[in-house]
């Protein structure tokens, strides 16, 4: 089955440097990679995704690169703000059953100081 | 986007009682919802699988007498936790995908004590 590894586990940034966590997975055959963004007590937001057809996606601030053959995907963040703090998790599929069960990282706690 | 409804958003109650948590998908159907519990300072760890007319799929570990799961409409899940031990105190939460996206409930702190 699917296995997601993510790193850092902890990543501490000064406002406005860019901060960057990587995930690898296991399956040649999953296509889908979402990132999601957890404050503390609250539900996972989906912040961007990809899928396996590209290698780069853009959102503002916030970019996720994939590269299929190494099997990694990280996430960027540029200009880093206070408000970025919380925990981030990345997340890969593993199908089973005719549907695709989602298998998250252990995820990186971001601390961006002002 | 979608919206997934879950409650209650906490919960107290003593050992050895049971404790049901809903998920309902507001907006659209669901045949398929996970449940997911997530332990403090923790990753979220895939539970179960819900389906609509059939048993739910348990996740290697999880103990399917302990945790019923009953997937009684098309937008209602439901997760009880039998014989709730404080070892069980922790933050569950449910999802469901629609549009290719995984759209998640608020999740329920149970506390067990």
């Known amino acids: 089955g699917e296995n997601v590894e993510q790193h850092p586990s902890t990543l501490s940034v000064q406002e406005g440097d860019s901060a960057v966590i990587k995930c690898t997975y296991s399956?040649?055959?999953?296509?889908?990679f979402p990132w999601y963004k957890q404050e503390l007590g609250k539900r996972p937001q989906l912040i961007i995704d990809?899928?396996?057809?590209?290698g780069e996606k853009k959102d503002q601030r916030i970019a996720v690169t994939l590269n299929k053959t190494a099997k990694h995907f990280s996430l960027h963040i540029t200009e880093t703000q206070p408000e970025d703090s919380a925990v981030y998790f990345c997340?890969?599929?593993?199908?089973?059953?005719?549907?695709?069960?989602?298998?998250f990282g252990a995820g990186t706690r971001l601390a961006v100081h002002p | 986007g979608a919206v997934v409804s879950q409650h209650p958003s906490w919960v107290i109650c003593k050992s050895g009682t049971s404790v049901k948590i809903e998920c309902r998908s507001l907006?659209?159907?669901?045949?398929?919802m996970f449940w997911y519990r997530q332990f403090p300072k923790q990753s979220l760890m895939l539970m179960a699988t819900?389906?609509?007319?059939?048993?739910?799929?348990?996740e290697q570990g999880v103990e399917k007498d302990k945790f019923l799961i009953n997937h009684a409409s098309l937008t209602l899940s439901t997760l009880t936790v039998t014989s709730a031990h404080p070892e069980d105190s922790s933050f569950y939460i449910c999802?469901?995908?629609?549009?290719?996206?995984?759209?998640f409930g608020e999740g329920s702190r149970l506390t067990v004590l």
């Open positions: 999802s469901a995908p629609n549009t290719g996206e995984l759209f």
């Open positions: 997340a890969a599929p593993r199908r089973s059953g005719g549907y695709n069960k989602l298998i």
């Open positions: 399956d040649s055959a999953s296509n889908y």
């Open positions: 990809i899928r396996s057809n590209v």
């Open positions: 819900s389906n609509e007319g059939s048993k739910a799929t348990y």
């Open positions: 907006d659209f159907q669901a045949t398929t």
